[in-house]
């Protein structure tokens, strides 16, 4: 009884997966409500058992492979390459992309899925695009900043931003530092990059406008800022977040204790944060009933390639399934900029694009040729083979008569040494 005194009536976080995995399981077995802005991975999301008592306030990467899957569906598309960095010890784009993934495996969509170490100093991102060249023509991918301006200036450079490929960036975290589709660096690749990203839409939560929003982003800058401190994202998904897991936590422990249970009573309070609906400090928050928390998403993409401004072209919401190509924007790939072929493959490593798909006279007749001569050499094969073994079956029964006498000769030998020692 007094050990169940001293535990928390609430676990707040831990956002890291690795982190987050060990607290769930504890949570569940003493009962204890967890909500987290992280724990984004696929796994959590089997709640019947050891993370049966933890609500996700932020979009699960699960939901943004919803959101993925809406585009493409909305495009036609069922194929696609997944390309992310996995050097990070949290792992980010990895589990990004394994919730991407599984969506898509749901859906019996073919995807070709390439990782790479950014933190490499032997990475070469040429070699990384050549291997995109021989996978899917849509293109998801999850690294830095700077590393996928870095991939965009190389797929240019091999000629892979003329319309045959359609390239998506997913910024994770509301953070620019996992690339906020800004191609501007102040360097002398600016140009080169602008036309690179003309192909490049970037996936990013729903950004919202409400005055309180803006209220609440200047107090946290404020605060970081007197302790010392300065971010580029001080207000990111988790900051967000976590802000909206107090507002549900005291949502659900008001009902719970107005049903007569007591702030203990950790698996009630669990049901009363799933399956709701509340106002959080950035707009609307949707909780569905499995405690995962529906997934806003806004596309980035460049309206104006002289220019190259960028903006919102299309928002998902999460709770109705719908994805939304906003009216008042020019849509950076209409009047045919875009040729994606599903049913073909590309496997050329330079900057020439195959012109046919079909074979020339002249291959025609190499591969009558060349079959020719290998019939031919076969045969002669058989029978240079069918002499060589006669001559050699004869010789080696000469031979072997032969060791035959050597042999009796060197034991007979080796008994009169030992003997004579």
């Not at 987290?36 to 089997?46: I, P, V």
């Not at 900043?145 to 490929?165: E, F, K, P, S």
């Not at 589709?181 to 600016?190: A, E, F, Q, Y």
């Not at 422990?253 to 959080?280: A, C, H, M, P, W």
Request: proline share 2%; aromatic share 10%; with cysteine.
């Amino acid at each position: 009884v007094a050990l169940q005194r001293r535990r928390p009536d609430l676990l707040l976080g831990p956002v890291c997966e690795y982190a987050a995995a060990p607290v769930a399981r504890l949570a569940a077995h003493w009962d204890v409500p967890m909500l987290s802005a992280g724990a984004l991975a696929a796994g959590f999301g089997a709640k019947g058992g050891e993370y049966s008592h933890l609500t996700r306030v932020a979009p699960a990467y699960a939901k943004m492979g919803e959101m993925l899957l809406a585009l493409f569906r909305h495009h036609q598309w069922s194929r696609a390459t997944l390309l992310y960095s996995d050097s990070n010890p949290e792992r980010s784009c990895y589990f990004a992309m394994e919730g991407v993934h599984v969506v898509f495996q749901e859906e019996a969509f073919h995807m070709a899925v390439h990782s790479f170490d950014e933190s490499s100093r032997h990475l070469d991102l040429d070699d990384v695009v050549r291997t995109l060249q021989t996978g899917e023509r849509v293109v998801i991918m999850c690294a830095s900043g700077d590393t996928i301006r870095n991939i965009m200036l190389a797929a240019h450079r091999q000629g892979m931003t003329n319309g045959d490929y359609a390239f998506f960036n997913i910024e994770l975290f509301n953070s620019s530092s996992y690339g906020n589709g800004s191609w501007r660096r102040g360097d002398k690749h600016d140009l080169e990059a602008k036309k690179a990203y003309s192909y490049l839409q970037t996936v990013t939560l729903l950004r919202t406008v409400k005055p309180e929003f803006e209220k609440f982003s200047l107090e946290v800058k404020s605060s970081v800022q007197k302790q010392g401190l300065h971010e580029d994202d001080y207000v990111n998904m988790f900051v967000e977040g976590f802000h909206d897991a107090i507002l549900l936590y005291a949502l659900a422990l008001q009902e719970v204790l107005k049903f007569g249970f007591s702030k203990k009573d950790g698996e009630k309070i669990v049901q009363q944060t799933r399956n709701r609906t509340y106002e959080g400090i950035a707009g609307q928050v949707s909780i569905d009933a499995n405690g995962d928390r529906y997934g806003d998403f806004s596309v980035i993409g460049m309206t104006d390639p002289e220019a190259g401004t960028q903006e919102v072209i299309g928002d998902y919401y999460g709770k109705q399934g719908r994805f939304e190509i906003r009216s008042n924007v020019k849509y950076p790939w209409n009047h045919g900029r875009l040729r994606l072929d599903e049913s073909r493959v590309s496997e050329h490593t330079n900057n020439t694009p195959c012109k046919s798909c079909g074979l020339g006279e002249s291959a025609v007749t190499g591969i009558v040729v060349g079959a020719l001569l290998g019939a031919g050499l076969l045969m002669a094969f058989y029978f240079f083979r069918k002499k060589y073994r006669i001559t050699i079956e004869r010789r080696t029964r000469q031979e072997d008569c032969n060791m035959g006498k050597h042999r009796q000769l060197r034991e007979d030998s080796i008994r009169s040494h030992f003997s004579a020692a």
